[in-house]
């Protein structure tokens, strides 16, 4: 690691936390990828389109239908929950908006995890 100036501060107060050595970890890491100017972001000049060899053709995946509906009740639909929408000038959580038939996203989400018998696990941002 480079510049560890105040990460070992970081790492104090994680631990004083009492948090998992594997979250501590994680931290280090990816602190030292801010620190060494890694920004995370992908330049447009280095994404390529998925080539047409590299996609299975629906006839190819019918074979695992069986598996994938048993595998369904262990499935988990992990959906980010986002912010609060302050730069839209929203005073609450985005995912409340009506958005259909009278509908929140949230509304929306929970009916499609219900229809599909799977757990529904919201991801909030820091």
Same mark, same amino acid.
């Given at each position: 690691?480079?510049d560890?100036?105040?990460?070992?501060?970081?790492?104090?107060?994680?631990?004083?936390?009492?948090?998992?050595?594997?979250?501590?970890?994680?931290?280090?890491?990816?602190?030292? &990828?801010?620190?060494?100017?890694?920004t995370?972001?992908?330049?447009?000049? *280095? =994404?390529e389109?998925?080539?047409?060899? %590299?996609?299975?053709?629906?006839?190819?995946?019918?074979?695992?239908?069986?598996?994938?509906?048993?595998?369904?009740?262990?499935?988990?639909?992990i959906i980010?929950?986002?912010?609060?929408?302050?730069?839209?000038?929203?005073?609450?959580? &985005?995912?409340?908006?009506?958005?259909?038939n009278?509908?929140?996203f949230? *509304? =929306?989400?929970l009916?499609?995890?219900? %229809?599909?018998?799977?757990?529904?696990?919201?991801?909030?941002?820091?």
């Amino acid at each position: 690691m480079t510049d560890q100036k105040h990460l070992q501060a970081f790492i104090d107060k994680m631990k004083g936390e009492n948090l998992p050595q594997i979250v501590i970890d994680t931290f280090a890491y990816y602190y030292d &990828k801010v620190v060494t100017g890694e920004t995370g972001m992908i330049p447009d000049r *280095e =994404i390529e389109p998925v080539a047409p060899d %590299e996609i299975a053709r629906y006839s190819e995946l019918e074979k695992y239908t069986d598996a994938g509906k048993k595998a369904l009740s262990n499935a988990v639909l992990i959906i980010l929950n986002g912010g609060l929408g302050t730069s839209m000038g929203l005073t609450g959580p &985005k995912s409340l908006l009506e958005v259909r038939n009278g509908k929140s996203f949230l *509304e =929306i989400l929970l009916n499609q995890a219900a %229809e599909f018998d799977v757990t529904l696990a919201l991801m909030n941002s820091f």
